[in-house]
């Protein structure tokens, strides 16, 4: 199983960044994902999920209406779209395989997802 994230980078406040995460070794179809992120010195946090067909989506407060996840199932491959992005959305980002594929659970909790990929760096300067 694999999962690669993507497209991190530096960019200015209210920049726009996409992320991709492709992946490997799994029934993508089958499998909720998730976008989570960590900040020097913090806890992991939930940023998005989408569900199996992306017909469910969630966000976090901090991040709603301004990122916005999407999927395609034919490449294996979910992304992240970031636009108006903070200096305090600076963090590492991770995406993540959950087997909750309809989001009907706690999907906001790291401990829920199956697999995970390495993480991209995001920095946002002011």
């Known amino acids: 199983v694999q999962l690669q994230a993507s497209g991190g980078g530096l960019v200015q406040a209210g920049g726009s960044l996409r992320l991709s995460c492709a992946t490997s070794g799994f029934t993508f179809s089958r499998y909720g994902m998730g976008w989570f992120r960590q900040a020097p010195g913090k806890e992991r946090e939930f940023v998005a999920a989408?569900?199996?067909?992306?017909?469910?989506?969630d966000y976090s407060d901090s991040v709603k209406d301004r990122f916005n996840i999407s999927r395609d199932n034919a490449k294996n491959t979910v992304f992240l779209q970031m636009n108006s992005l903070k200096p305090e959305d600076t963090a590492v980002y991770y995406c993540?395989?959950?087997?909750?594929?309809?989001?009907?659970?706690?999907?906001?909790?790291?401990?829920?997802?199956?697999?995970w990929g390495q993480g991209t760096l995001v920095t946002v300067s002011s």
């Open positions: 993540a395989a959950t087997k909750d594929l309809y989001l009907s659970g706690t999907y906001y909790h790291t401990v829920k997802y199956d697999y």
């Open positions: 989408i569900s199996w067909n992306g017909g469910r989506t």
